[in-house]
């Protein structure tokens, strides 16, 4: 008994390490980059400190208009105000001893490391319902190569994606429960509806399990009775506690396919709602009649869809131009096809795409041997939505690869207990630890398939110290520019900018790439309809490449040529490097 009582406390002790480790990692790597105080890379993160600090200034906090985007009047958001909170709340914290700008360096700083800690509960979970201590380990190794300094973790990484990810972890982990307990069920529902509330990424994953626990419910039966009407239960209540919290009631009865509207609120009540009165009534009748009621509170669900929101059935993105689809939406590079990212980055394919596809034949296997059929199932289901998001768009990858993490530990533990065996490869458990490892699968095909280096923080190198002087020489005015540079330039600057990567800004997308397209003698009369006081020309820019293959006449491609136009005159003395911006006054023509 005190031998078995050491095992478990040396492997508990082994696998908290491992979850420390994991922790320091993205706080080291934070050092590393020395980004501390200010915002991540990814444009997002700059915009979203914008949104604080306007709400720090006395914005509403129903108030999600970024003024300072797009042209008359500014851009709706589509955020959501929970990802504020945590940072608005470290702000009042450490704002006791510290002057407020200060307190938001560090909240930003401090946050997002943070909130690693809610993946890794998440993951313990799951462990906690399906494995043992074993399996603890496991994990966290695997967890060790996917989550090892993550992006989506180091310091100034306050978009909403960590808690999309975190989120993501506990309601999977709660709902990994054999016995749909209702303390579990009931955590699953309330994460679930967050997810919905924070953004609208995670709404295929929350359809997935959504249906997953009300079919679950429908073939067991009285067995889940609690659980499901606490799971139900939940949810409801929680999207409803947050549509009141997040949506202003002035917007109660609009419909918005891409944040918390009245649609998503209605989906989860009536879903949530439905699927526990279901259980409440017909737990101890057959399967048949099970399965009727939850088809009935389908019906309702998509009645709703038909009758209020019939257009989110499509793509939100359909609202956007055939030019606005091309030329902007196709140089994002989250935005894109896994398939169709530029420079044939097959390593990156493989690091984004390898332990998925490694998870997911692990439960198809499991599935098959009938295994563990309800955590092989669930697992099969969430995999192949991630492997076809990301399919659709690269940004899905950070989701497919936690979703892999439980199914490759559990490969790993399998094997490592087969070779203890007699006979068994003692070694075999060092196969699925290396397939769950994304660089292991980008290794061989970079060595055999070099792909060029990333432009990385090319709007950072744009906006120089030269450039900078120039921008903060003349008043606040509206600038025309590039996509990435424009949320580098609200969050430094009290400029007011054209053009960045929000698709809601339709008409400042719009008009930019009009003006970029033009012959420069039409674009003046453009820039007057919109306000336009500044022109910031990034020598770096993607949108120069592609306007000078498909208009080679037009006002950007001249003006990457070195032709500027008379109407264009310089703030100050231009720089002589080749990546520094050139700043510029539009002179109104009569």
Known sequence: MASANSNFGTARLWAWGLAGVIFLSVIAMSLFRGQLGQPGPDGDDAVRLVQIRDLLAGQGWFDLQQYRLGPHGGTLMHWSRLPDVPIIAL????????????????????????????????????????????????????????????????AGAIDHHNLQLGFLAVAVGASLDRLAGHRNMALSGIMLALSVAVGAELYPFVGVLCAFHAVDWAWRGTEIRAGTIAFGAALAVSIAVCFVGMVPPAAWGRVYCDTLSLISLLALTIGGTGLALCAVFLSGYGRVIRFAGLAAVGIACGLAFLIQGPQCLGNPLDVLTVDMRELWLGSITEARPMFSQRGGRWPFVAYAMGPSLAALGVSVFGLFRRRDVRTDLMFVLLLSLGLVLMLYQVRFYVFGSLLAIIPCATWARDAYDAGRKEGGQRAAYLLPLALSSPTLWALPVMLILPSPAL??????????????????????????????????????????????????????????????????????????????????????????????????????????????????????????????????RVIPQN
């Open 91 to 154: 702000t009042g914290v450490f704002d006791v001893f510290l002057p407020q700008d200060a307190a938001l360096a560090w909240a930003i700083t401090v946050w997002p490391p943070l909130s690693i800690l809610i993946v890794l509960v998440g993951l313990a979970l799951a462990v906690r319902n399906i494995g043992n201590d074993k399996l603890l380990i496991f994990t966290f190794i695997v967890a060790l190569f996917i989550l090892f300094g993550h992006f989506r973790f180091q």
């Open 455 to 584: 432009n990385i923080g090319g709007e950072r190198s744009c906006l120089s110290d030269t450039t900078r002087a120039a921008l903060d020489a003349v008043p606040p005015g509206m600038i025309l520019s590039d996509s990435n540079v424009g949320s580098v330039l609200l969050e430094t600057t009290p400029h007011s900018v054209m053009y960045a990567n929000y698709h809601r800004n339709i008409a400042g997308i719009a008009a930019s790439l009009e003006a970029f397209g033009l012959p420069s003698d039409q674009v003046p009369a453009l820039l007057a309809e919109n306000q336009v006081d500044y022109v910031l020309f990034c020598p770096n820019a993607g949108e120069n490449e592609t306007f000078q293959q498909i208009r080679p006449d037009g006002f950007l491609a001249r003006l990457a040529a070195g032709e500027v136009p008379d109407w264009l005159q310089p703030v100050e003395p231009l720089p002589e490097d080749g990546s520094s911006g050139r700043f510029y």
